[in-house]
């Protein structure tokens, strides 16, 4: 089955030591998404490539940073983690409206979960 | 920032009873979409109502959306156990890609 798949499931770190968390994807889709979602709180938005174009959100922290080396696959890379960085990180794909077969919905992985110790 | 207020923050019903989620915004959408979210787990896309449309039904789904009052609502009717979940309302503005904003949720847990 397509789907959205997101490496570790469970990921621990000790604060200030980098980690990357991977996600890919076989929807073939142009869009991939990264958030952040804290306990009981909804999905913020931190950035997402539209093909290889890399859209940063302005509030995004530049502790923060994504890689993109192909379609498939797409990276999120914590410079420093601290304490506040523990939170569920949630990939997503979606295929750009107005493209063939394009609509606005976005499909998600399963999460990363990051704990920061 | 947060568009998207949900009310209420929790629901929690018997089985067969309906369940209703409120979703409020504050700007202007393209469409409005629906999004569950199983404990611990991503987001499952339940269904997507573009700003001209009233009403739209999914199975035991049913979304209105009101653009003159910036708000939507969420029926699940018949619920069942397998309900139980965090359920989110998300905002869009179409045009390349879309950008979703998402409300803080509604957590229904439906009672055998």
């Known amino acids: 089955d397509a789907m959205v798949i997101q490496n570790p499931r469970y990921q621990v770190t000790q604060f200030g030591k980098p980690v990357t968390l991977s996600c890919s994807q076989t929807l073939n889709h142009n869009v991939m998404y990264w958030y952040q979602q804290k306990s009981s709180q909804a999905p913020k938005l931190l950035f997402h490539?539209?093909?290889?174009?890399?859209?940063n959100e302005a509030d995004t922290p530049d502790n923060f940073q994504s890689r993109r080396p192909n379609t498939s696959f797409c990276f999120l890379d914590i410079r420093s983690p601290g304490l506040g960085d523990a939170a569920m990180y949630l990939c997503?794909?979606?295929?750009?409206?107005?493209?063939?077969?394009?609509?606005?919905?976005?499909?998600f992985g399963p999460g990363t979960r990051l704990t920061v110790l | 920032s947060q568009q998207g207020e949900e009310d209420p923050q929790a629901l929690s019903i018997q089985e067969g009873e309906n369940a209703t989620m409120n979703c409020s915004y504050k700007?202007?959408?393209?469409?409005l979409q629906w999004y569950r979210q199983n404990s611990g787990r991503g987001l499952v896309h339940l269904i997507l109502?573009?700003?001209?449309?009233r009403e739209k039904h999914s199975g035991r789904l049913r979304v209105t959306l009101d653009t003159s009052k910036k708000s939507s609502s969420l029926l699940i009717t018949a619920s069942r156990a397998a309900d139980t979940a965090s359920y989110f309302c998300?905002?869009?503005?179409?045009?390349?890609?879309?950008?979703?904003?998402f409300g803080a949720g509604t957590r229904l847990a439906v009672h055998p």
């Open positions: 998300a905002t869009g503005r179409s045009g390349g890609y879309n950008k979703l904003i």
């Open positions: 490539y539209y093909d290889k174009d890399f859209n």
């Open positions: 700007t202007s959408i393209n469409n």
């Open positions: 109502i573009r700003s001209n449309e």
């Open positions: 997503a794909t979606s295929r750009a409206a107005g493209l063939a077969g394009g609509s606005d919905t976005q499909y």
